[in-house]
């Protein structure tokens, strides 16, 4: 089971990313006014069909080939109804897939969100090649950073094999989101 909500994050946007996908968007919303947590991964993966999508809650259901179960998705369910939340799961084959999940903020149930800023240098440093969108809201702001931004100042695509790359951008992503107000006792950031 993964830990955190930033694990459940980089496990869905690899799964976009396997999927074909090559535009993905990560949002995370934290609506404090109104008590909900949401994060959102939308791809232009090759997407699901019907029978598929009806499924795909159940821990056997899995396209890996490596083990014939999948616990990712149904635990990430179980967890946001735990919490007063849901997950909304809309895929269309040959379009692309929008995963949403919502937590009640308020929930003592709540798992922690985790190093954001690790998932999103981990995305955009290990598939270069994706147009990855991260967008972060929370009621005093948001924050947006493209990979093409950053390859736009980096100048060169192959600097983000770079050790001292991925710490900076680790540390931007943190600064932006320090700067928004995220995260909050209730969500126990690392």
């Not at 007063?84 to 798992?111: A, Y």
């Not at 991260?134 to 009621?139: L, N, P, W």
Request: with cysteine.
């Amino acid at each position: 089971m993964l830990e955190d909500l930033s694990q459940h994050i980089l496990d869905i946007a690899e799964n976009s990313v396997n999927a074909g996908a090559t535009n993905v968007l990560v949002e995370l919303r934290e609506e404090r006014t109104n008590d909900r947590l949401a994060f959102i991964v939308d791809d232009n993966g090759r997407g699901m069909d019907a029978d598929f999508l009806s499924r795909v809650t159940d821990p056997f259901t899995t396209t890996r080939t490596t083990r014939r179960v999948g616990m990712g998705l149904p635990f990430l369910k179980q967890s946001a109804e735990l919490c007063g939340g849901g997950m909304l799961l809309r895929s269309t084959v040959g379009v692309g897939t929008r995963l949403e999940v919502t937590f009640r903020l308020s929930s003592v149930d709540l798992p922690p969100l985790g190093d954001i800023p690790a998932t999103v240098m981990a995305l955009f440093m290990g598939h270069p090649d994706i147009h990855w969108i991260y967008r972060h809201v929370t009621d005093q702001g948001s924050f947006e950073v493209t990979l093409d931004e950053i390859v736009s100042v980096l100048g060169d695509a192959s600097l983000l094999r770079s050790p001292e790359v991925a710490q900076w951008l680790r540390a931007h992503v943190r600064e932006n989101l320090e700067e928004i107000g995220w995260g909050g006792p209730s969500l126990q950031i690392v």
